[in-house]
């Protein structure tokens, strides 16, 4: 007999009761739920295994904060701050972050030549960055007056955080630092940088003509690394500093970049890889970190260099002044998530759209 005519005889068995194909198809259903189930697991276990692989690439500096007595720090306030700081080993590797293979920090060996306080507000919509000129004179916790740039050398992230932390009264949450290794891999891995060019750069061999220009990363390293030949000095590299990353940050949050799976990995990628953090900030930290910067906008990101009173001398080095009350006023909006009103009373602060 054909299995069609055993279908329509129905085999000699007697036919089902709407109870039974009741059950039948409950059961189909349970079956289908738990199939759904296990993919929505499966995909949860691969986004965690892929956020513990690029969480792990990120370099860990353990106790900055240990020795730091609690009651010395500022109050803390919502929102997250990070200490960023830039060091140029003028080494071609990378020395922070997982695949580091140049030296990292050496006591007395090594000062940093970016530092900017970094501030998310609470809502996660709006941001700050304030740069530190590396030559700032301050007061350095067991040091005396000295360098801003020297608390690095003097005593590695923990007498950084202490330093600025007593200048701005801003508690940093986290500390961050990279290499301009890393800094040229990591626009390259962006696809590049647009940034407005307000003199032409002549540095290691490269040229860079002024005007708008598409950087990749050694173009947009000599960028940031000039200083000498600039009219302002560390001034105008610091400004050149915040222009990059302003431009990174655009590109990052870019729809190319977001809406390209491929290029969105290799850039998450490569900031794991070149990038080093305090060892507080676990990848589940970091995962909720860049989650809660989903609305974050380069545009409502606000980038400033603290308020200076002009150079002088300190015995054979050359330094820069501060000013203390236009600086403690900024430090306020800090604290306070009012950056932009600050900025806004006193646009000649703010980040130009062409740096020199």
Same mark, same amino acid.
């Given at each position: 007999m054909?299995?069609?005519?055993? &279908?329509?005889?129905?085999?000699?068995?007697?036919?089902?009761?709407?109870?039974?194909?009741?059950?039948?198809? %409950?059961?189909? &259903?349970?079956?289908?739920?738990?199939?759904?189930?296990?993919?929505?697991? *499966?995909?949860?276990?691969?986004?965690?295994?892929?956020?513990?692989?690029?969480?792990?690439?990120?370099?860990?500096?353990? !106790?900055?904060?240990?020795?730091?007595?609690? !009651?010395?720090?500022?109050?803390?306030?919502g929102g997250q701050t990070f200490l960023l700081v830039g060091t140029d080993s003028?080494?071609?590797?990378?020395?922070?972050?997982?695949?580091?293979?140049?030296?990292?920090?050496?006591?007395?060996?090594?000062?940093?030549?970016?530092?900017?306080?970094?501030?998310?507000?609470?809502?996660?919509?709006?941001?700050?960055?304030?740069?530190?000129?590396?030559?700032?004179w301050v007061d350095v916790p067991g040091y005396g007056m000295n360098k801003v740039n020297a608390a690095y050398s003097f005593g590695g992230p923990p007498l950084m955080i202490r330093t600025i932390e007593q200048l701005t009264r801003v508690r940093i949450d986290h500390f961050a630092v990279i290499d301009f290794a890393g800094f040229q891999q990591m626009t390259d891995a962006a696809g590049g940088i647009d940034v407005n060019v307000g003199q032409t750069t002549d540095f290691g061999g490269i040229t860079v003509p002024a005007g708008r220009q598409h950087l990749n990363g050694a173009q947009? &390293?000599?960028?940031?690394?000039?200083?000498?030949?600039?009219?302002?000095?560390?001034?105008?590299r610091v400004r050149r500093q915040q222009n990059a990353?302003?431009? %990174?940050? !655009?590109?990052? &949050?870019?729809?190319?970049? *977001? !809406?390209?799976?491929?290029?969105?990995?290799?850039?998450?990628?490569?900031?794991?890889?070149?990038?080093?953090?305090?060892?507080s900030l676990t990848n589940t930290g970091l995962a909720e970190l860049v989650f809660g910067l989903r609305d974050l906008r380069a545009s409502n990101i606000e980038f400033l260099t603290v308020p200076t009173t002009g150079t002088g001398m300190e015995g054979s080095q050359s330094v820069v002044y501060l000013d203390r009350q236009a600086g403690d006023d900024l430090w306020f909006a800090v604290n306070n998530d009012q950056v932009g009103p600050w900025a806004a009373a006193r646009p000649s602060e703010r980040l130009s759209d062409t740096p020199r």
């Open positions: 054909s299995v069609d005519a055993l &279908l329509r005889s129905g085999g000699g068995d007697p036919p089902e009761d709407p109870g039974t194909r009741r059950r039948r198809g %409950l059961r189909a &259903l349970v079956y289908v739920l738990i199939g759904v189930l296990i993919l929505v697991l *499966l995909a949860v276990a691969g986004v965690v295994l892929l956020t513990n692989q690029l969480g792990d690439q990120v370099g860990r500096y353990p !106790s900055v904060f240990a020795g730091i007595d609690p !009651s010395s720090r500022p109050a803390g306030k003028r080494s071609s590797d990378p020395t922070t972050g997982r695949d580091a293979t140049a030296p990292d920090f050496v006591f007395g060996a090594q000062r940093s030549d970016v530092i900017m306080v970094a501030t998310v507000a609470d809502d996660g919509k709006s941001a700050s960055v304030v740069s530190i000129p590396r030559d700032s947009a &390293l000599a960028y940031v690394r000039q200083r000498k030949e600039l009219p302002g000095g560390d001034f105008d990353l302003r431009a %990174l940050v !655009s590109q990052s &949050l870019s729809a190319g970049t *977001l !809406s390209s799976p491929t290029r969105a990995y290799d850039l998450v990628n490569s900031v794991t890889q070149h990038v080093g953090v305090d060892d």
